[in-house]
Structure formats: C-alpha cells, structure tokens
C-alpha cells in the first residue's frame, strides 16, 4: 500500500538541521522510496532541497526497505542497524539519505516552547528524559532478571561458567585424541 509521506514534518525536521537540506541539494529531482512492508513512501527532493510527495509511477533512483525488526530497532535507537538495512540504487543519493537519517534531530523543546513558553517546555522535556531513563532502565533490569533466572533458577541457557568450562572440556579432549592419534602412530611403525 502506497502512503503519502508526511512532507510538512519531514520538512519541519529539514529546516531545523539546515545542513540536511543542504546535503539534498545536490540531488534535487531524485526520487526515493522506503518499503517497510505493507507501506511504501515515495518521496522526491526539491530544487530547495526539501521533500515532495513523488508520483506512484516513477522510478526510484533509491529504494529503502525496513523490516518490521529492523524499524522497531530504529525506534529504539539502535544506530547499529543502519549497517543492516538494505539500500539498492544511486549510491551518493542513498549515503545522503542514510547520513540525514541517522543524524537528523528534532529539537522538541525548541518546538514545545513557542506553545507552552521556554520553562515549561524545558521541563517537560527533562521529565520525558527522566521517564525514558526510568524506563529504560527497568527493561534493562527485567532483562537481566529473567537472564539469572533462566541461567541459576531454571536452566534453559548456559551460564557464562558453565560455557567456558565445556570449552575448556573440548579443549582438553581434542588434545588428549591428538595425543592418543601420535602414540597409535608411533605403534603402528
């Protein structure tokens, strides 16, 4: 399913870090499109170095696609998964794209304060900071909980131990047939 893009936000974003713009420039009348299955956006840069709405039936000079996986680690801020996301076509206009992307920051405190005034909205934002802290954190500890609990509780994964001594194990063993393999030699002459 084709989608418009939402060109006032993605330009809003543009306007705050001007360098994006710039980066676009050179590759006005590009088109792009991102797949992220079922949707796709296709989106044309502009003479000023802004984002258009480009028509269905023109050919991309690049195509994004984003696996749900993959966009979900976007969201969470894994910048690692920029190395992961396959990009076919032009490739100076994919590094722009990607480059943007990953760089790219809306400043909503800058945006909340022309609404709510400057210390309101600098507190609002502190607190979302917090809350995401708080959150984050929590994921994290729950994540270990259950990693103690699945590794001391409930064996259903190895402990770190208990890998580096089935290694040292394997280690031991194939030396001891190396050795076993050398005396059968030496005997068999």
Same mark, same amino acid.
């Given at each position: 399913?084709?989608? %418009?893009?939402?060109?006032?936000?993605?330009?809003?974003?543009? =306007?705050?870090?001007?360098?994006?713009?710039? =980066?676009?420039?050179?590759?006005?009348?590009?088109?792009?499109?991102?797949?992220?299955?079922? @949707?796709?956006?296709?989106?044309?840069?502009?003479?000023?170095?802004?984002?258009?709405?480009? *028509?269905?039936?023109?050919?991309?000079?690049? &195509?994004? /696609?984003?696996?749900? #996986?993959?966009?979900?680690?976007?969201?969470?801020?894994?910048?690692?998964?920029?190395?992961?996301? %396959?990009?076919?076509?032009?490739?100076? @206009?994919?590094?722009?794209?990607?480059?943007?992307? /990953?760089?790219? /920051?809306?400043?909503?405190?800058?945006?909340?304060?022309?609404?709510?005034?400057?210390?309101?909205?600098?507190?609002?934002?502190?607190?979302?900071?917090?809350?995401?802290?708080?959150?984050?954190? #929590?994921?994290?500890?729950? *994540? +270990?909980?259950?990693? !103690?609990?699945?590794?001391?509780?409930?064996?259903?994964?190895?402990?770190?131990?208990?890998? !580096?001594?089935? &290694?040292?194990?394997?280690?031991?063993?194939?030396?001891?047939?190396?050795?076993?393999?050398?005396?059968?030699?030496? +005997?068999?002459?």
């Amino acid at each position: 399913m084709r989608i %418009p893009i939402l060109a006032g936000p993605v330009n809003h974003l543009l =306007r705050a870090n001007s360098w994006a713009r710039e =980066r676009l420039l050179p590759h006005a009348g590009r088109v792009a499109r991102i797949d992220n299955a079922p @949707f796709s956006v296709m989106m044309m840069v502009t003479a000023d170095g802004a984002i258009a709405d480009a *028509a269905a039936d023109v050919v991309p000079d690049v &195509v994004v /696609r984003l696996s749900a #996986g993959l966009m979900l680690r976007l969201m969470a801020g894994d910048a690692s998964v920029w190395h992961e996301v %396959p990009v076919e076509g032009n490739p100076e @206009f994919a590094a722009a794209i990607s480059h943007i992307a /990953r760089h790219a /920051r809306w400043d909503i405190e800058e945006d909340l304060s022309r609404m709510v005034g400057d210390v309101a909205a600098h507190r609002m934002v502190e607190t979302g900071r917090k809350i995401g802290t708080w959150s984050r954190q #929590g994921a994290d500890n729950l *994540a +270990r909980s259950f990693a !103690e609990y699945w590794t001391e509780e409930r064996p259903l994964i190895a402990s770190r131990g208990e890998i !580096e001594q089935f &290694v040292r194990e394997v280690d031991a063993l194939r030396d001891d047939l190396a050795r076993l393999e050398k005396r059968i030699e030496l +005997r068999e002459r």
